[in-house]
């Protein structure tokens, strides 16, 4: 937000302040003390601010389907995942508002190998829950999300306190799926956000990378600069997002997350689910 001069309007949207991520698992709950801050605030706010900024600087703004093909110069590819898998196992997110008491940690819940919940407040002091599973087992529970939650105590006492105050909404298929190393259409070509990497939202980094490489893409391309190159260093900040996300799937689904958890000290597993900056060369 500093890069891009929008520190203020950030905070004058009213972000919910984290000090703390609690990881809960069924044998082990974890408190882990962010190094720095971290920012709740919706995804409603957060792209209105981006539009406007954008408008403020002299973007001209069409809210429409735009066909990328029509034109021969340089384009930005900002289009979200990729969402084709095959029925049955395919994972789905899901999220809606509660009303509750706050406080300043982010609450992840892991106690199936398929699924998970996250808590956390946004501007306003709504409360977002949301999470992942796949879709055999939100239509056994009738797509009511709260009732994943019965199997697992730590969870059912946070909602417990809560309210709901919006319907659920429902994201997917979702495919954890990379463009780092697919060669882009053309040299002027430069994908961003999602479209180039998407990982694991228990990261909590996609709207980081999402915006570092939306900022890079937009000054690579200003600059006239090869989209190969450009692709070279958003592999360098996100390939470790992506392969940490890879390796904490692989060790809930094992039962080994418990254990690594223990092992692994506090910082690396902060740092591990950044993408790096400063790799970004401008
Ligand atoms: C359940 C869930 C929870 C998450 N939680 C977090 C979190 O807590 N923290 C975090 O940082 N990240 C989180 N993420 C990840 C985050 O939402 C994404 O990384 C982020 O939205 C990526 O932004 P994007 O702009 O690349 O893609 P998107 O937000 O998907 O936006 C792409 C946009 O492009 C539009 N579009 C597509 N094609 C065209 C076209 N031809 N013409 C015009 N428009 C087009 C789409 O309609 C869409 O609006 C979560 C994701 C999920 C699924």
Redesign the pocket.
């Known amino acids: 937000m500093d890069q891009l001069g929008l520190a203020a309007d950030f905070q004058a949207a009213g972000p919910h302040r984290y000090r703390y991520v609690d990881l809960h698992f069924p044998r082990t709950h974890r408190r882990i003390r962010l190094p720095e801050d971290g920012w709740g605030l919706s995804r409603l706010a957060f792209d209105q601010m981006l539009l406007d900024a954008a408008r403020r600087a002299g973007a001209r703004v069409r809210q429409e389907?735009?066909d990328?093909s029509i034109d021969g110069g340089a384009v930005v590819e900002?289009?979200?995942?990729r969402c084709h898998a095959a029925r049955g196992a395919r994972l789905f997110?899901f999220?809606a508002h509660f009303a509750g008491p706050v406080d300043d940690a982010v609450s992840l819940y892991f106690w199936d190998s398929s699924c998970y919940v996250?808590v956390n407040a946004v501007e306003g002091g709504a409360i977002n829950v949301?999470g992942?599973a796949p879709e055999d087992l939100l239509k056994a529970r009738g797509f009511h999300p709260e009732d994943l939650a019965a199997g697992f105590a730590p969870l059912q006492s946070r909602l417990g306190g809560l309210e709901r105050q919006s319907a659920w909404m429902f994201?997917g298929p979702?495919l954890f799926d990379s463009r780092l190393r697919q060669p882009p259409p053309s040299p002027r070509t430069y994908w961003?956000?999602?479209?180039l990497s998407?990982v694991d939202?228990f990261t909590?980094?996609?709207?980081?990378?999402?915006v570092f490489t939306g900022r890079r893409a937009g000054l690579s391309a200003a600059a006239g600069e090869d989209g190969a190159a450009y692709l070279r260093v958003a592999s360098a900040s996100l390939g470790g997002p992506r392969q940490t996300s890879g390796l904490v799937r692989w060790a809930v689904r094992s039962g080994l997350a418990e254990t690594l958890l223990h092992l692994t000290p506090e910082s690396w597993l902060f740092h591990w689910t950044r993408p790096v900056l400063k790799a970004s060369g401008r």
Not at 78 to 81: D, I, L
Not at 192 to 195: C, L, N
Request: hydrophobic residues 40%; positive net charge; aromatic residues 4%.
């Open positions: 389907k735009v990328l900002a289009r979200g995942r997110g999220k996250g949301c992942l994201t979702l961003a956000g999602d479209q998407f939202p909590g980094s996609g709207m980081l990378a999402a």
